[in-house]
C-alpha cells in the first residue's frame, strides 16, 4: 500500500494508527491480536507479549484489558506509550511460546509475573480461571510450575504477595467476580471458605452446589451473576428457603460488592459471631 492510499484510509478512518509507524484496518481495532501485533512491530524484536497481554492471548478473560503489554531485555531503549506499556526483564527462548503467530510468554511464567506485579484482584481471578476445569494432577504440575517461576524472579518484589495468591487459589470459581469475592472475605480476616462446596440427599443426590461455604457452621455466600429480575429472584429466594430448612443461612453478593463489600462483610461477620457463640 502506497504512502498516498494510507494517508487516504487514515483520513477516511478506514486505517487507524494505533503507534508511530503502524498502520491497522480500523475494523480490526478491538481485535487483540491484531493490537499485539502492532505492537511488537511498532517495538520491534527482541521482545514478548507479556502481562495481562499474554494471559488473554492464552484464553484468561479475566485478564483482558485494551492496553497492550510486552517485555523487552534490559539493555533495550524503549519507552512506554498511550496503550503500549513495555516492561523489562531477561528471558530466554523457552521462554516464549507462540499463539496465532505471536511471540508470548508461557502461561507458567505470565501467571508468576501477573501474581507479583499485576492488579491483585484479577491476577487472583486469572489464576483460578486457569486452573479451572483442569484434570488434579495438570492442576498441581501448573501450580508447582507457577511457583517455580515465582521463585526463580530476578527481582523479590511482590513474591509474598504472589504466594499468598496461589496457595488460596482452587480452580473451582465459576467466573473472575467469584474468585475475587473470595480474595475479598480472606482478606478481611473471615476463614477461607471452601468453594463449590455441595450439599447432598441422604442417599447421596446432589441437592445444591454452593458458591462459597462454611459448612461447620452452615453458613453460605453466593454471588449473583445474573441480571436482576423477578423470576431469578423468586427462585433464589426458594433456594434460600429450602437450605434454611436444613440449617444454613445464605448471604448473597452482586456486583456492586465487589466495589464496595462493607454490607456482604458486616453480614458475614454478624452470623459467624452468632453461630460460633
Same mark, same amino acid.
Given at each position: 500500500?502506497?504512502? /498516498? ?10 486505517? +487507524? ?16 491480536? @491484531? ?16 502481562? $495481562? @497481554? ?8 479475566? +485478564?483482558?484489558? !485494551? =492496553? ?7 539493555? %533495550?531503549?524503549?519507552?512506554?506509550? &498511550? ?8 528471558? @530466554?527462548?523457552? *521462554? ?13 511464567? $505470565? ?35 507457577? %511457583? ?7 527481582? #523479590? %518484589? ?10 488460596? =487459589? ?5 467466573? &473472575? !467476580? ?9 482478606? $478481611?480476616?473471615? &476463614?477461607? !471458605? ?10 447421596? #443426590?446432589?441437592?445444591?452446589?454452593? *458458591? ?23 427462585? *433464589? ?8 430448612? %436444613?440449617?444454613?443461612? @445464605?448471604? #448473597? +453478593?452482586? =456486583?456492586?460488592?465487589? #466495589? ?5 462483610? $458486616? ?7 452468632? /453461630?460460633?457463640?
Amino acid at each position: 500500500m502506497g504512502r /498516498r492510499a494510507v494517508l487516504e484510509g487514515l483520513a477516511t478512518g478506514v486505517l +487507524a494508527q494505533p503507534w508511530r509507524g503502524v498502520v491497522i484496518h480500523a475494523a480490526d481495532a478491538l481485535n487483540l491480536a @491484531t493490537r499485539a501485533q502492532a505492537a511488537l512491530i511498532a517495538v520491534g524484536p527482541p521482545a514478548v507479549l507479556s502481562g $495481562a @497481554t499474554s494471559l488473554a492471548l492464552h484464553g484468561i478473560s479475566a +485478564a483482558e484489558e !485494551p =492496553a497492550v503489554h510486552l517485555t523487552v531485555p534490559y539493555a %533495550r531503549r524503549v519507552e512506554s506509550r &498511550p496503550g503500549l506499556v513495555v516492561h523489562r526483564a531477561e528471558f @530466554t527462548e523457552s *521462554d516464549v511460546i507462540e499463539i496465532e503467530g505471536l511471540a508470548v510468554f508461557s502461561l507458567d511464567l $505470565a501467571l508468576a509475573d501477573f501474581l507479583c506485579d499485576g492488579d491483585k484482584r484479577t491476577a487472583f481471578a486469572a489464576l483460578d480461571e486457569a486452573m479451572r476445569g483442569l484434570a488434579a494432577d495438570h492442576c498441581l504440575k501448573l501450580r508447582e510450575n507457577v %511457583r517455580d517461576r515465582i521463585l526463580d524472579r530476578r527481582s #523479590r %518484589r511482590g513474591i509474598h504477595r504472589a504466594q499468598m495468591l496461589l496457595a488460596l =487459589a482452587t480452580g473451582k470459581a465459576e467466573s &473472575p !467476580p467469584e474468585s475475587i469475592l473470595r480474595l475479598i472475605v480472606v482478606e $478481611a480476616g473471615l &476463614p477461607v !471458605p471452601e468453594a463449590q462446596y455441595e450439599i447432598t440427599a441422604i442417599d447421596g #443426590r446432589k441437592l445444591y452446589v454452593l *458458591d462459597m461455604a462454611w459448612p461447620a457452621l452452615r453458613i453460605a455466600l453466593e454471588y449473583d451473576g445474573f441480571a436482576a429480575h423477578e423470576e431469578r429472584r423468586e427462585h *433464589d429466594a426458594e433456594r434460600d428457603q429450602r437450605l434454611a430448612g %436444613r440449617g444454613w443461612v @445464605t448471604i #448473597r +453478593a452482586a =456486583a456492586a460488592d465487589l #466495589r464496595d463489600p462493607s454490607r456482604v462483610l $458486616a453480614e458475614l461477620r454478624s452470623h459467624f459471631e452468632r /453461630r460460633a457463640a
